[in-house]
């Protein structure tokens, strides 16, 4: 069993912003989001393997960056697959993803235009 979308990243550190605000309205303050890297890696016991998604979109609140999931993978490399993020807003992008793939070793790409205020046809 492969596990193609998973999240790292812990609430006030990585999620924040109006994503949390209305997480909380919607849910309550005892409302948990995220999960801490011994947490997912506890969690991943029951894969073969899995997929581990950064995700960069400050126009909500989140930023699980490039090098936060490239070291967590690089600790797990026989079970872990690290893919990038990048905001398709800011200018540096490309380069941001040359970065994560060539130098980071991050193997695709996680976008979330809803989150990120684009639109992917446009």
Known sequence: M??????VGEAGVHIGGAFLDDARRAWGD????GVSLDEHWQA???VEA???LAFVAPAVGFDV????????????PDKL????SVDPNDREAPDQLHHAVTSLGLRGLKLGPIYQHF???G
């Open 119 to 121: 639109d992917p046809l």
């Open 81 to 84: 697959i690290g893919f990038a």
């Open 44 to 46: 991943m016991a029951a």
């Open 30 to 33: 005892d409302l948990r989001l």
């Open 65 to 76: 960056p490039n090098e936060y999931v490239a070291d967590y993978v690089r600790a797990h």
């Open 50 to 52: 899995a997929i581990v």
């Open 2 to 7: 492969i596990d193609c979308h998973t999240h």
